[in-house]
């Protein structure tokens, strides 16, 4: 039975009719409903979803697609605050021009080499 | 040197705009993206035309529902979400008084997910002659297939 999971993202998606990325709200659904302990890896050009002070509203016809305010920081501060431990990769923020002061608060920061680790410390994985 | 040089000529006024489409709404941005698109044309006052296959049929699915959100998550993602149909239907609706929209879903597409008798008001449950309409019609086409 897997009781410590890693949950890779790899590719962001905004503004669906889901409120953030399904991925990621699946993900936070695990770590706040079920005793697995569920840690989450942002690499290649998913590491956005760590970027803080993103701003997802968007109308159309003059009508808000979300009704409630909610973003990707919301999400990943919803996770971290459960126990999850989110870590993403310094090379390919670094592709993207992100800083380590542009990602949400409690956001790891660590090289690709370091990722490997990962696989190590996990018994079992789940990559979007 | 001599510069070679071209008559400059203003691009035509675009007219009409033929957009096929193959994604379902609660995978990725692409349905937003293409009503966002929709909204500004018929501002415009540019004729629409939606193809939708695939995935894109369930769009136009008049059973869906403003569901709840789990109770743990609420704090985070509110109650509840709006679904893509009522958005549809709005365009759809907006353009009987400007310029038009019309959303063809491919009938082959909606009777293999069961939808066919599922589709809301205003949409158009058509056949690949219809595509051919589009496109052949079309100042510009714009494809957004279902890749990830």
């Not at chain 2, 193809?51 to 789990?70: M, S, Y």
């Not at chain 2, 609420?74 to 759809?92: C, S, Y």
């Not at chain 2, 353009?95 to 008798?117: F, N, P, T, Y």
Request: glycine share 6%; hydrophobic share 40%; with cysteine.
């Amino acid at each position: 039975m897997a009781n410590k999971v890693l949950v890779v993202f790899e590719k962001p998606i905004y503004l669906s009719f889901e409120p953030v990325d399904p991925h990621v709200f699946a993900t936070a659904l695990g770590v706040s409903d079920t005793p697995v302990e569920v840690n989450v890896l942002l690499r290649d050009s998913a590491v956005t979803y760590g970027v803080k002070n993103q701003q997802v509203n968007v109308k159309i016809a003059g009508q808000d697609i979300m009704l409630h305010e909610t973003s990707p920081e919301k999400v990943m501060t919803f996770m971290i605050e459960h126990g999850a431990k989110i870590r993403a990769v310094s090379e390919d923020m670094k592709m993207r021009g992100i800083n380590k002061e542009d990602l949400v608060q409690g956001i790891e920061v660590i090289s690709e080499d370091d990722s490997v680790r990962l696989l190590e410390e996990h018994d079992s994985f789940m990559v979007w | 040197m001599a510069t070679e040089t071209t008559p400059s000529s203003a691009p035509a006024k675009v007219k009409r705009v033929a957009i096929v489409l193959a994604t379902g709404s609660y995978q990725r941005e692409a349905p937003t993206t293409v009503l966002r698109l929709v909204e500004k044309l018929l501002q415009r006052g540019v004729d629409v035309n939606v193809w939708a296959f695939e995935e894109a049929v369930t769009l136009t699915n008049k059973d869906q529902i403003d569901h709840n959100e789990p109770g743990s998550l609420q704090k985070v993602l509110g109650e509840k979400h709006p679904n893509i149909g009522r958005f549809i239907d709005q365009m759809i609706r907006a353009g009987l008084h400007g310029a038009k929209l019309d959303w063809v879903s491919c009938i082959l597409c909606v009777q293999e997910r069961g939808v066919e008798k599922h589709q809301m008001g205003g949409s158009i449950v058509g056949t690949l002659g219809d595509l051919w309409k589009f496109v052949k019609a079309a100042d510009r086409v714009i494809c957004i297939p279902t890749y990830r």
